[in-house]
């Protein structure tokens, strides 16, 4: 490929073609695929508009090179084509005519009359943690733009909802381009710092830590203090005398706590600095922090007050850990009721240890969402179900670059794909702005024929070798189910 | 580097999808099965028979202005090029760059009509069309706001017994550049070609020369082979005032008018903003309701 800049104004030549455009710096060739990224020539285009790919040619079939048809979805040894690279039609928008074929409202093609817009895409973030991110349907930002809000939390993580078509296309121009930039990155499992009106800041990348208001996550708690007192309680009975769960939301004390009552715990005389909630429950038992159990605590008995002397005895035993087993303490009461730290138990050791195993790696997560109806209720197809049901009837199998898609049920094909399993660099953008994600349909080659395929036009795989990448993938994905 | 062309059928199985370099081409036909295997056969085999080499090889020639007494191309197609903006070329500057997407459009078309029996047939390169159509059949254009919206903003019925074989869009948020501002102008003509041409010209003359309003560069500040050279190129438009878009829009109504009474064009449609002018003879509908022949667009036909 001809990519050395000439030396004025680094504007290279492409020899995609005989037309051999010269291109400048951030600048595309004529047929917006090919363009000049600082002085190399790239190609922009390998990755299928999603509902360009589902009204102008979505189908990617695969064929096996040599051999005949086994009738498997996909052949052995698993090469997938994907719609990266496949290329796509949006580049001729001029100004985006579309023709739609024939028969809906008795319309034969339909000349589009301003720039296409794709913007009914997204992305979910689940971030792994329990620091307060800020409030539900508070505005997320990045760069001082809207892009999303907090939506609800689930368990031991907080959700974000990202993009859409409001924040891309319904607000400012840099709103939109803002937006647009988060979404790519994202996607692209690169890190975006977002911030969150009346909350935190955090950096998100999706398969990392989440890193909030500047302090890395390392794991998910397997629950609060309470709750894993509730989850070890058993384990726990006969082998001490008490233990306490430190956590900055609710710190949970066996003997106190409805699992100890119901084994039969006694008593331990122990007093909790913080708020009472319910029984063996107290909040706010420290402040906030990077310690023990998200409080901010390096000392556990901080959070204790004196044992009452009615009812604590020396002897006794206690284990103090925190809710993701990383920090942990065994203690005995002296003859003054004061507790001196000793060597863990084995066993005791055992129970921290499971309380750590339960505690996954806090991680960001990311899956993209995006939606085909659009196009397919422009009528695409000349029955505009049919492409839905064929999905649905998982007769097409859909997948994103490869990777498996959850597709929602209802009208449309709106699908979800994580975007670690993508290939690098897998999504792109136009300026609409809008995102640019692969999409394959894929069907067997019967179905294919059963769909008035022209058989004749179908291309062997090896003949897209060369201008096409092909992507390697472990284990061929799940058939779709069974034809009925 | 080793190219190659792109020969696929799209979603539905029946819209064969041609694609090399620049050429990006839907086509569909109806007739009966073999008729159809022959004319894709015929146009697959066309497309692929050295169709961008030919153009890529007179290219120096074809990027530069017209000249409208003679004509020093050989390519069948970009002769067709050339005939097609000649007309224009001796009031303003264009090149036969101008009328390639409707050229293109046409040859396939003409091979596949060639080579098979049809009743119709249409070739979409990029939203510059060519039409065919046998004794009592007819297409329905459509224009639209957006590729997925569900309604339609107008529509335009093209019968057999018309001279209308081309349909082709201009403006300026496509790939190729625009010295006016209009978001689109739609035209109907003998061939795509013409179209093609034609509403270059037109969507150039949507104007507002000066305003402060509309940001431009020099064509080849952004491509430099392009055939617009220096001129200045629409990038951006921002507010216009009700009287700016309609004066706008009735500058390009004013040459759509003359194209139209030398016989150039069958009908155009203007688009900018919310406003739309019809030029032409031909029944142009909103969806349910008649078209006004100008004014803003109902609200139900925006909002698709």
């Known amino acids: 490929m001809l990519t050395e800049p000439t030396a004025a104004d680094d504007k290279i030549r492409c020899d995609a073609c005989p037309v051999m455009c010269y291109i400048k710096p951030g600048a595309a060739g004529a047929c917006d695929r090919y363009a000049n990224h600082d002085g190399r020539l790239v190609r922009v285009d390998p990755h299928i508009l999603l509902e360009r790919t589902v009204s102008h040619g979505g189908r990617l079939v695969p064929f096996q090179a040599t051999g005949d048809w086994d009738g498997k979805i996909v052949h052995e040894p698993s090469l997938f084509v994907t719609a990266i690279g496949a290329g796509t039609t949006y580049p001729d928008y001029k100004p985006a005519p579309f023709i739609v074929s024939s028969e809906i409202d008795g319309v034969d093609m339909v000349t589009v009359v301003t720039e296409g817009i794709f913007s009914y895409c997204g992305v979910k973030v689940k971030i792994d943690t329990d620091r307060y991110l800020g409030p539900e349907t508070a505005t997320v930002r990045a760069q001082g733009e809207a892009i999303g809000h907090v939506t609800t939390s689930e368990y031991g993580s907080q959700m974000l909802s990202l993009g859409g078509v409001h924040h891309l296309t319904g607000g400012s121009k840099k709103e939109g381009r803002v937006t647009c930039d988060a979404l790519m990155d994202l996607s692209n499992c690169k890190p975006v710092e977002l911030t969150i009106d009346g909350g935190a800041t955090v950096v998100v990348q999706a398969g990392h830590a989440p890193v909030v208001n500047g302090v890395a996550e390392e794991r998910m708690r397997v629950g609060c203090g309470s709750a894993t007192i509730g989850m070890f309680a058993k384990q726990w009975l006969g082998k001490v005398d008490e233990v306490v769960v430190v956590d900055d939301h609710i710190t949970g004390v066996l003997s106190e706590h409805q699992a100890g009552k119901l084994l039969d715990i006694a008593d331990t005389g122990i007093k909790m600095k913080g708020r009472r909630s319910t029984p063996g429950r107290y909040f706010q038992v420290a402040e906030p922090g990077t310690g023990w159990g998200g409080t901010k605590i390096s000392d556990p008995l901080s959070v204790l007050g004196p044992f009452d002397a009615k009812k604590a005895r020396p002897g006794m035993t206690m284990l103090m850990v925190s809710t993701t087993g990383e920090h942990a303490a065994f203690y005995e009461l002296d003859e003054a009721l004061k507790p001196v730290e000793k060597q863990i138990p084995a066993e005791l050791q055992l129970s921290v240890e499971r309380i750590q195993e339960n505690c996954e790696p806090a991680l960001c997560t990311v899956l993209f969402m995006a939606g085909a109806g659009g196009s397919l209720r422009a009528g695409v197809t000349d029955n505009p179900v049919r492409l839905t049901r064929s999905v649905k009837d998982a007769l097409t199998r859909v997948t994103s670059g490869g990777a498996p898609v959850y597709v929602w049920p209802g009208g449309g094909i709106t699908f979800m794909v994580d975007v670690t399993r993508l290939p690098a660099g897998a999504f792109g953008y136009v300026p609409t702005p809008a995102l640019v994600a692969p999409i394959e349909f894929t069907l067997r080659l019967s179905d294919y024929a059963a769909l008035g395929g022209h058989m004749d036009h179908v291309r062997p795989l090896a003949s897209l070798k060369g201008n096409t990448e092909t992507l390697q993938i472990s284990s061929p994905p799940s058939a779709p189910g069974r034809r009925p | ?304």
């Open chain 2, 1 to 304: 580097m080793t190219r190659t062309p792109l020969i696929r059928f799209l979603a539905d199985g029946r819209r064969l999808n041609l694609q090399d370099g620049p050429i990006d081409l839907i086509v569909e036909a109806s007739g009966s099965p073999a008729n159809l295997r022959a004319a894709y056969a015929a146009a697959s085999h066309r497309f692929t028979d050295g169709l961008l080499d030919e153009l890529c090889r007179e290219l120096p020639l074809l990027r530069q202005a017209a000249d409208p007494a003679r004509c020093l191309l050989q390519g069948k197609v970009a002769r067709r090029m050339h005939d097609a903006v000649a007309p224009f070329a001796a009031g303003c500057f264009i090149t036969p760059m101008a009328a390639v997407a409707g050229a293109v459009a046409e040859e396939i078309l003409r091979a596949m009509v060639e080579g098979a029996r049809l009743d119709r047939a249409y070739v979409n390169n990029g939203g510059d069309i060519a039409l065919h159509l046998a004794n009592g059949e007819q297409f329905t254009v459509g224009l639209a706001d957006l590729p997925d919206a569900s309604g339609l903003l107008r529509t335009m019925v093209v019968h057999a017994d018309d001279p209308t074989r081309g349909v082709a869009t201009s403006g300026r948020h496509g790939r190729s550049f625009s010295l006016g501002i209009a978001d689109a102008v739609t035209v109907l003509a003998r061939t795509a070609s013409q179209a093609d041409a034609a509403a270059t010209i037109i969507a150039n003359a949507v104007d507002l020369p000066g305003h402060s309003a509309v940001t431009r560069r020099p064509a080849c500040d952004l491509q430099p082979d392009n055939d617009l050279g220096t001129r200045l190129v629409t990038r951006d438009v921002g507010a216009l005032s009700g009287g700016e878009i309609e004066d706008a829009l009735e500058a390009g109504a004013a040459s759509a008018r003359e194209l139209l009474a030398a016989g150039l064009i069958d009908g155009a449609a203007l688009r900018l903003r919310d406003e739309m002018i019809v030029v032409g003879t031909k029944t142009v509908e909103l969806p349910g309701l008649r078209a006004p022949l100008r004014g803003p667009v109902a609200e139900g036909g925006l909002h698709v």
